[in-house]
């Protein structure tokens, strides 16, 4: 199936421990980003990678570091994870960015992250 | 990025048309109108998209107004699998920005 896959779909774990979220997409898309979806269901942008660079980082604590091995990866990795971590994490991707263009983004299907 | 206005929820009978406002007033000349939607606990899904003129698919239908300063999304035949939040976006850079959306309750 063509998509946007996420690894794991659940997480949890302990405050302080450093804790990986993988994504991957088999559009052939050279833009990938990642969301976060509070517990108040707000949808908000972290970073976007094109072509395994950084080209969006909206003031993100540095405990969370974007790794893009290549255009069709991107993974979150965080580090001393802190009770108000706890959220959804969604990748997303689609071809091509810039002012104006008319293309979707494909989502996957969420990690659930708890901090207990 | 122009910010959008949608009511926070509405209801729709099943098999009705379900009509989704949203106002953009300050929308500017290159940015889309984008429609997605979150079902419960899944992926945000994209529906359509459109700048200027009205566009159609197999999901709904986008009519943007001529000042394009508000569009209406519609599901001609809503079931209940249409149940979900929408979000209008307007976009202009290279990122989406999610506001609150409109929670749509489609019941029997």
């Known amino acids: 199936d063509t998509a946007v896959s996420q690894t794991p779909k659940y997480l949890v774990t302990q405050m302080g421990n450093d804790k990986s979220i993988k994504c991957e997409q088999n559009?052939?898309?050279?833009?990938m980003y990642w969301y976060k979806q509070d517990s108040k269901k707000f949808l908000k942008i972290m970073f976007s990678?094109?072509?395994?660079?950084?080209?969006i980082n909206e003031t993100v604590p540095n405990r969370f570091s974007p790794k893009s091995p290549d255009k069709a990866h991107l993974n979150l990795h965080i580090n001393s994870l802190e009770l108000g971590d706890s959220a959804v994490y969604f990748c997303?991707?689609?071809?091509?960015?810039?002012?104006?263009?008319?293309?979707?983004?494909?989502f996957g299907s969420g990690t659930r992250l708890t901090v207990v | 990025d122009a910010k959008t206005t949608q009511p926070p929820s509405m209801d729709c009978a099943e098999g009705r048309a379900a009509n989704l406002p949203c106002n953009h007033s300050t929308i500017s000349g290159n940015e889309y109108v984008y429609w997605y939607r979150q079902i419960h606990s899944q992926g945000p899904q994209y529906i359509i998209h459109?700048?200027?003129n009205n566009e159609t698919n197999e999901m709904a239908s986008l009519i943007i107004t001529e000042d394009r300063k508000s569009s209406t999304l519609i599901l001609p035949h809503a079931t209940l699998r249409d149940t979900a939040v929408y979000y209008c976006?307007?976009?202009?850079?290279?990122?989406?920005?999610f506001g609150t959306g409109t929670r749509l309750q489609v019941f029997p």
């Open positions: 990678y094109n072509n395994k660079e950084l080209i």
């Open positions: 459109g700048l200027k």
């Open positions: 559009l052939g898309h050279d833009t």
């Open positions: 976006i307007v976009r202009g850079t290279d990122k989406l920005i």
């Open positions: 997303a991707s689609s071809q091509g960015h810039g002012r104006g263009l008319g293309y979707g983004y494909t």
